[in-house]
């Protein structure tokens, strides 16, 4: 390729940035729901890139030790944040919709004993790798949710806090903020994933608005081409399921019908 | 012409580059982040140190002041950052700042610890390269 102007030059080499830029705009924490790093919590069944998940019942406080002021209550009901939506249905599809992109594996919910969040883990097996639940935050505005990167006591050394979700019970989950997709979000950070910078991504950091500022309260509960290629980094692209004996026999058939069609028409 | 078309060019590659914030958070207008500021200082971040305040263990972070456009005039701030056990897991919602950081900040009185701020919103923080643009809209909202 010969460059006539070094404007030219220049515009190509944008087109380079622009393209290596946006496909990896997504940013990762440093850890996953890695392969044999998670047993601790499901029976010591080795899950490669899989993780369970549980609600967070009400009442219960903080046993990370240290954090802050932002978990300085109880916990209250995750279904009374919207009583007219299934939660839990909006986060086993939420979790599903990243599986459907990757090689993360919905190991799916698992009953929750109730133990203090953050609590050492000390072999039970009795709540999630995520567990997800509502307290107050901040009150109306400001931080909506948040959610922790993703491992266990033993990478982290300060109980079970790692992958955690917790939704602020102050906001308007009704009108103003969509429920589903302020759990997709936190999931992904839940999974790995920091927060992205492509216009339309669901990492973005802040809340999507209309042009006049106001929050969007409906919004697609889908993943873009960068949410994909970030989840992807983390745990590898979608596993393909082969096709069954059946099917695989009845296209073998097809294709010998086909070849001995094909070798008849040209004889004649 | 051309030395135009580079500066578009320019331009636009800067806005492609990622931002300083990094939960979710609901978005502030510019009335919201003026009148819920008991601060608004145009300042560098100099850096971090965790300190003892009244028996208290705090991680600080230290914002040189060059001009104050809402609050009572000081030469430094302290801003009250997390202050996590070593490995702990990073937190969606906590921000980070680096050393030499310029803009404009939008400061909050931290309501537990006297002449401690906080900075709890991506947006209270405004890059020295976006808020010139910006400040005749803000002044006159300070007005």
């Given at each position: 390729?010969?460059?006539?102007?070094?404007?030219?030059?220049?515009?190509?080499?944008?087109?380079?940035?622009?393209?290596?830029?946006?496909?990896?705009?997504?940013?990762?924490?440093?850890?996953?729901?890695?392969?044999?790093?998670?047993?601790?919590?499901?029976?010591?069944?080795?899950?490669?890139?899989?993780?369970?998940?549980?609600?967070?019942?009400?009442?219960?406080?903080?046993?990370?030790?240290?954090?802050?002021?932002?978990?300085?209550?109880?916990t209250t009901s995750l279904a009374a944040l919207n009583p007219a939506l299934d939660i839990v249905s909006i986060i086993d599809d939420a979790f599903d919709l990243w599986a459907s992109v990757s090689g993360f594996t919905n190991l799916g919910q698992v009953a929750d004993s109730g133990v203090g969040f953050g609590a050492s883990?000390?072999?039970?097996?009795?709540?999630?790798?995520?567990?997800?639940?509502?307290?107050?935050?901040?009150?109306?505005?400001?931080?909506?949710?948040?959610?922790?990167?993703?491992?266990?006591?033993?990478?982290?050394?300060?109980?079970?806090?790692?992958?955690?979700?917790?939704?602020?019970?102050?906001?308007?989950?009704?009108?103003?903020?969509?429920?589903?997709?302020?759990?997709?979000?936190?999931?992904?950070?839940?999974?790995?994933?920091?927060?992205?910078?492509?216009?339309?991504?669901?990492?973005?950091?802040?809340?999507?608005?209309?042009?006049?500022?106001?929050?969007?309260?409906?919004?697609?509960?889908?993943?873009?081409?960068?949410?994909?290629?970030?989840?992807?980094?983390?745990?590898?692209?979608?596993?393909?399921?082969?096709?069954?004996?059946?099917?695989?026999?009845?296209?073998?058939?097809?294709?010998?019908?086909?070849?001995?069609?094909?070798?008849?028409?040209?004889?004649? | 012409?051309?030395?135009?078309?580079?500066?578009?060019?320019?331009?636009?590659?800067?806005?492609?580059?990622?931002?300083?914030?990094?939960?979710?958070?609901?978005?502030?207008?510019?009335?919201?982040?003026?009148?819920?500021?008991?601060?608004?200082?145009?300042?560098?971040?100099?850096?971090?140190?965790?300190?003892?305040?009244?028996?208290?263990?705090?991680?600080?972070?230290?914002?040189?002041?060059?001009?104050?456009?809402?609050?009572?005039?000081?030469?430094?701030?302290?801003?009250?950052?997390?202050?996590?056990?070593?490995?702990?897991?990073?937190?969606?919602?906590?921000?980070?700042?680096?050393?030499?950081?310029?803009?404009?900040?939008?400061?909050?009185?931290?309501?537990?610890?006297?002449?401690?701020?906080?900075?709890?919103?991506?947006?209270?923080?405004?890059?020295?390269?976006?808020?010139?643009?910006?400040?005749?809209?803000?002044?006159?909202?300070?007005?």
């Amino acid at each position: 390729m010969e460059f006539k102007t070094p404007s030219l030059k220049l515009i190509t080499f944008a087109i380079i940035f622009t393209t290596t830029t946006t496909a990896h705009a997504f940013s990762t924490f440093n850890t996953a729901w890695n392969p044999g790093a998670n047993t601790a919590r499901f029976g010591g069944n080795p899950a490669p890139g899989g993780a369970t998940w549980s609600i967070i019942g009400v009442g219960i406080s903080d046993a990370s030790g240290p954090t802050d002021a932002d978990h300085a209550g109880v916990t209250t009901s995750l279904a009374a944040l919207n009583p007219a939506l299934d939660i839990v249905s909006i986060i086993d599809d939420a979790f599903d919709l990243w599986a459907s992109v990757s090689g993360f594996t919905n190991l799916g919910q698992v009953a929750d004993s109730g133990v203090g969040f953050g609590a050492s883990e000390a072999g039970s097996a009795s709540f999630g790798d995520i567990r997800i639940g509502a307290i107050d935050f901040d009150g109306p505005g400001g931080t909506l949710a948040h959610g922790f990167q993703p491992g266990t006591e033993a990478e982290f050394l300060n109980g079970s806090i790692a992958g955690d979700i917790h939704l602020d019970n102050e906001e308007d989950w009704g009108g103003t903020f969509d429920l589903a997709y302020v759990l997709l979000h936190e999931i992904g950070h839940a999974l790995g994933l920091g927060h992205s910078d492509v216009p339309g991504s669901v990492l973005l950091p802040n809340y999507p608005v209309d042009s006049l500022g106001v929050p969007i309260p409906t919004l697609a509960f889908a993943l873009t081409d960068d949410d994909i290629a970030g989840i992807q980094s983390i745990y590898g692209p979608a596993v393909v399921p082969l096709p069954g004996a059946p099917i695989l026999f009845l296209s073998a058939l097809a294709l010998i019908s086909f070849m001995k069609r094909k070798q008849t028409s040209s004889t004649s | 012409m051309k030395s135009s078309l580079n500066l578009l060019l320019t331009l636009f590659l800067i806005s492609l580059l990622p931002n300083n914030s990094i939960a979710m958070w609901a978005g502030m207008s510019d009335a919201e982040l003026i009148e819920q500021s008991d601060l608004i200082v145009k300042a560098t971040y100099i850096g971090s140190s965790t300190v003892i305040l009244n028996k208290e263990k705090l991680h600080l972070g230290v914002l040189n002041i060059e001009d104050t456009l809402k609050g009572d005039k000081q030469d430094v701030v302290f801003i009250r950052l997390s202050l996590r056990p070593k490995n702990f897991p990073q937190r969606s919602d906590e921000i980070n700042f680096k050393a030499g950081q310029k803009g404009l900040w939008f400061i909050e009185k931290d309501a537990q610890r006297d002449g401690v701020y906080e900075i709890k919103h991506p947006q209270r923080f405004l890059p020295e390269q976006q808020f010139k643009s910006r400040l005749p809209a803000l002044f006159k909202l300070l007005d």
